[in-house]
């Protein structure tokens, strides 16, 4: 029995079940589980740069006097701490955390304050519908060390208003920013698994398939702009099959920020971004919305970054059985200047 881990942010879920869908297709393993967890909730409280330099110095130091020396220059602030949450989701290359990309796009595309708290509320009434409905038949119970037991997310909200998101402030951006706490992802904890098998492996262990993973993708795009990776995975894997949006039945884009979803299919909607960003003609059209997040996303249930990519594939594939689809997309946007996407094909 062999495992490892797999470390792509926002993606490391989908990249887990992507490489176990890769080792199978090349005859390399047969039965692989395969997911992602993550729990933000406990992220590290770390040491400033001058608290770290502090006790370099301190330890480099020989004998008493130069201890001394270097002991008598610790300040108090240097205890100020550095939550490392913070610090993971803070890109070192354009020295923008994931909300300012978030605001960028929101910039780059025109998107409103209210067209991104109208979004994020749709997400939790279509979780919250989903939960009252059964609709996620993939969720199991979590328990704490007290016995105690959690039947679902509770971090959807089904009372929401779009006056309540309105009085919420920036919290990238202050004063004048758009991305606020109602329209982000939620912190949060979670996992998700699933099991891929070979054909022969199905047959051999009386396996019940609820869908296959037909391809994927990844991209690259300028850091500042990360919110955008699922365009530009989305579509090479559209281009292969010779398909259009509307030929997909079901999609999955990782709500990281409702300003990132906007955007992308905003993306797809303008002629410049398609030609000179994604080389086509022209831009491929709008996405319908029926057909995106119908159970909501991760503004109403979080995002635990490493899981996330995993619990969105499986989900995707629970819509197209529920909606008699054939096909659909698990995609998120990754932090650093990724994308990811899966095209899933019902059982």
Request: hydrophobic share 40%; with cysteine.
């Amino acid at each position: 029995m062999t495992a490892w881990t797999v470390q792509r942010n926002c993606a490391s879920g989908l990249q887990s079940v992507d490489t176990a869908y890769r080792y199978i297709a090349d005859r390399r393993a047969d039965l692989i589980l395969a997911g992602g967890t993550e729990s933000l909730s406990h992220s590290p409280i770390l040491f400033g740069d001058r608290m770290v330099e502090w006790l370099a110095d301190l330890n480099m130091a020989r004998g008493v006097p130069a201890k001394l020396r270097a002991a008598v220059k610790f300040r108090p602030g240097f205890l100020v701490p550095v939550i490392g949450l913070a610090k993971g989701l803070t890109d070192p290359v354009v020295n923008l955390n994931m909300g300012q990309t978030a605001e960028v796009l929101a910039d780059k595309f025109k998107i409103g304050r209210e067209e991104m708290d109208a979004y994020a509320l749709e997400s939790h009434r279509r979780t919250a519908r989903a939960q009252e409905a059964g609709h996620m038949p993939e969720v199991e119970a979590a328990y704490d060390t007290r016995g105690k037991h959690y039947e679902k997310d509770d971090g959807v909200r089904p009372d929401n208003s779009m006056e309540a998101l309105g009085k919420l402030r920036p919290v990238f951006e202050r004063p004048f920013g758009t991305v606020t706490p109602g329209n982000s992802s939620q912190i949060t904890d979670g996992a998700a698994w699933l099991i891929l098998a070979s054909e022969d492996a199905v047959k051999r262990h009386g396996l019940t398939p609820i869908g296959r993973v037909a391809d994927s993708a990844w991209s690259a795009l300028d850091p500042g702009q990360m919110g955008l990776g699922p365009v530009h995975a989305v579509t090479p894997i559209l281009r292969r099959h010779g398909f259009a949006l509307g030929d997909i039945d079901a999609w999955e884009i990782n709500e990281a920020f409702a300003a990132q979803v906007l955007a992308c299919l905003a993306a797809w909607e303008d002629d410049g971004y398609c030609r000179e960003q994604l080389g086509l003609d022209r831009a491929l059209g709008p996405l319908d919305r029926e057909k995106l997040n119908v159970d909501g996303g991760a503004i109403a249930i979080g995002h635990p970054v490493g899981s996330s990519g995993a619990r969105i594939a499986l989900h995707v594939l629970h819509v197209l059985k529920r909606n008699n689809g054939k096909r659909g997309i698990a995609t998120l946007c990754i932090g650093g200047g990724q994308g990811g996407a899966l095209l899933m094909e019902a059982a």
